[in-house]
């Protein structure tokens, strides 16, 4: 289990989904759990973790959790670590506060990633006024949501991030079976959610206009593009229907009909009417989903997309 | 194996790759190969079918191969045929000429399938003049490639499909643990091509943007959002990311986000550059894609998304 850096000194900073998320993870490939800490400033903190981490992790590790370092102190928790994970609000200040104490207090090479889902490491660093060498030590390490369970990080540099701390971080998480995916430049919202945003934008538009339900899009996309997907992203998918000629061949195939979907899709925005149409048919729908079977679910189907 | 409808008749216009995936799904349901029949003009329609259809079966099905009734003949092909399901070229003549000569020589309850992907019933039904008995059985049952792999049936009535042909269709795919969906009313593509071509076009225009390569937009969906759309499709994905609020938490959290990077989205269109570049990198990258491998591996995550 143990990995080729499983002497790593992890830090996580912030106690939510997605540093418990990342607790859950971290546990199972370390040679032992008291090189994580936590630090977290909620009262509870010590009997959060307790109660919550176990939902995350495989039974056999529970008993690990006891010798997590759970700590309310920024500077004591990142002393000796090799990684600094930070996961807090989505706000510029709160980042630039917490790089502003880490790199007085941290090790001058420890890895410094930030979970951010849009705040890019170049304004990070920027707030926080960092110097080069911590700069080039920053960078966003993106997960996917629950981190524990699905294997994309996307990897995106700041201006000043060195292609040395790209390589420490992907080799990281390349020994934890994970899939790091470095992209070449920092854009609004990454890509991960940017192209779910996208395929979602249609579903509203589709569901408003009166074409399919929620529960039918849903039903649509578990039983074709999601497993296909899976497998073979939408490139590789198409690549593969255009035969011979490729994606060239598919869209001198298709291409018509596929501009006409284009030029036909809507242009839905955030805060119009459909969002409690939509809302209420999923709340119908699914009520209160049962969480950890979906997770074991996804575990299964990440096994057969690997494995078979 | 058999169904409740297993002494069904069905006969397959049109040889394609998409004739030959519904012919291996039939085959695996069917009493007896006999019930089956494919009619095509090709001159080497015997010989393509024996060599091309064990490619879409179960090794344990191929001597019914040599069972199926192969024809040149429409009227002759379609006398007894319970289900007639069409899947020849993607023209509205084409297909107001099959269905013309289909009505004058099937059983006047014969269910009428169309498997376009884009030419409504209701246009079918007009091009080929037919009355209001045959209109009511015709609709488009509109597979995901490779129909004898992934559930998804799209079906979709025309103005005057009658509800029982609805039933019927249904009841028949449900018998074979597929996954009928009903659109509520014809659109342009229909949804399963929408949405997945909705989010191709960010795809085309990150990679575009230069943010991402092909491979790199492929590796990121098969590692995140096809694994969780395999199990949970997008609107209960994020009904459950939006904790106790569903959908409307979750727009209330992070509906600025994605407004933001659906204003940042890209409208590229077909035809433009970008095609030959990204052709030029899924050739580089994948070659020639070994299929059958990924058939066995999507059959996997189908089942470990069932099951587990």
Chains 1, 2 share one sequence.
Request: proline fraction near 5%; include cysteine; hydrophobic fraction near 40%.
């Amino acid at each position: 289990m143990a990995a080729p850096d499983s002497r790593t000194r992890i830090t996580l900073v912030g106690a939510g989904t997605i540093g418990l998320s990342f607790a859950a993870l971290h546990l199972a490939y370390l040679a032992s759990p008291t090189q994580l800490s936590i630090v977290d400033t909620r009262p509870d903190l010590e009997e959060y973790v307790r109660s919550t981490l176990p939902k995350y992790l495989a039974p056999a590790l529970h008993g690990l959790i006891s010798s997590i370092r759970l700590s309310a102190s920024l500077p004591d928790a990142v002393r000796d670590a090799d990684v600094i994970q930070e996961q807090g609000p989505e706000n510029l200040a709160f980042k630039a506060t917490v790089w502003k104490e880490v790199v007085q207090h941290a090790k001058p090479d420890a890895l410094l990633w930030s979970s951010t889902s849009g705040i890019t490491a170049t304004s990070q660093a920027e707030a926080a006024a960092l110097d080069d060498a911590a700069a080039a030590r920053l960078l966003v390490v993106h997960p996917y949501n629950p981190s524990h369970v699905m294997p994309l990080l996307e990897v995106v540099l700041g201006s000043r991030t060195s292609s040395e701390t790209v390589e420490r971080t992907v080799s990281f998480w390349r020994a934890r079976q994970r899939e790091p995916v470095v992209l070449k430049r920092e854009c609004k919202g990454f890509v991960a959610n940017r192209l779910a945003f996208a395929l979602l934008r249609e579903a509203v538009h589709l569901v408003n206009e009166g074409v399919v339900g929620v529960e039918e899009v849903d039903r649509i996309v578990e039983t074709s593009m999601g497993p296909r997907w899976a497998v073979a992203g939408p490139f590789k998918s198409y690549h593969v229907g255009g035969g011979a000629g490729g994606l060239e061949g598919f869209f001198k195939n298709i291409g018509g009909t596929v501009q006409e979907c284009w030029q036909d899709g809507g242009q839905v925005n955030v805060g119009e009417e459909w969002e409690q149409t939509i809302s209420r048919q999923a709340r119908e729908a699914y009520g209160t989903v049962d969480v950890e079977s979906r997770d074991r679910r996804t575990k299964a189907v990440l096994d057969a997309a690997r494995s078979a």
